[in-house]
């Protein structure tokens, strides 16, 4: 497993620096790298695609189990943790979905069978999704404009759904 950098940058800076990276080279991404703090997630950029050709970028979000009101019930068996994993796991594939264009954030989701997923993560703290996103750009220059209007609002609006999609939550 990757060593993490775990500062944590507002979401608030996270726009300031998309918005000074606008029209740059596409190397100037490599400044989104780290912890981002949200009202009630934190994004992890793990790693930044080195250009608009390579794989997607790799990133965590993680949301609070308290937050989430999972409880120890979850963990009660492996089936009922497996289940839970595979509920995020389609939730959060469910809500990229509703993506217009082309996806710029995608999910390892699952299909009919319910199985361990590594696109979901679930330790006693948090629960913890990893995606692939695709950083917007023109040619190998930077479309931090773009990113800063779907990116940030984007995901606080696909995690308060995953949030809100809890089933017997109050």
């Known amino acids: 497993m990757p060593a993490y950098d775990e500062r944590s940058i507002p979401m ?3 726009i300031q ?3 000074r ?3 740059k080279g596409y190397k100037a991404y490599n400044d989104i790298k780290g912890t981002h703090e949200f009202s009630d997630f934190r994004l992890h950029m793990d790693h930044v695609q080195a250009d608009p050709f390579a794989s997607p970028s790799r990133a965590r979000v993680t949301l609070s189990r ?3 009101e999972l409880g120890p019930e979850v963990e009660e068996s492996d089936a009922r943790r497996v289940a839970a994993i595979d509920f995020f796991a389609l939730a959060m594939q469910e ?3 509703k993506q217009k264009g082309k996806p710029g954030i995608i999910i390892d989701g ?7 997923r590594t696109a979901v993560k679930l330790s006693k703290d948090h629960l913890e999704i990893r995606l692939s996103i695709h950083l917007p750009a023109r040619g190998r220059t930077i479309q931090g404009q773009e990113a800063v ?3 940030p609002n984007s995901c606080r609006r696909r995690f308060s759904a995953l949030s809100s999609s809890i089933p017997n939550k109050s």
């Open 95 to 97: 809500e990229l979905h």
């Open 110 to 116: 699952p299909g009919q069978e319910m199985i361990d």
């Open 66 to 68: 308290k937050a989430l």
């Open 21 to 23: 990276i606008d029209r």
């Open 17 to 19: 620096t998309l918005k």
């Open 149 to 151: 209007d779907g990116s």
């Open 12 to 14: 608030k800076q996270l």
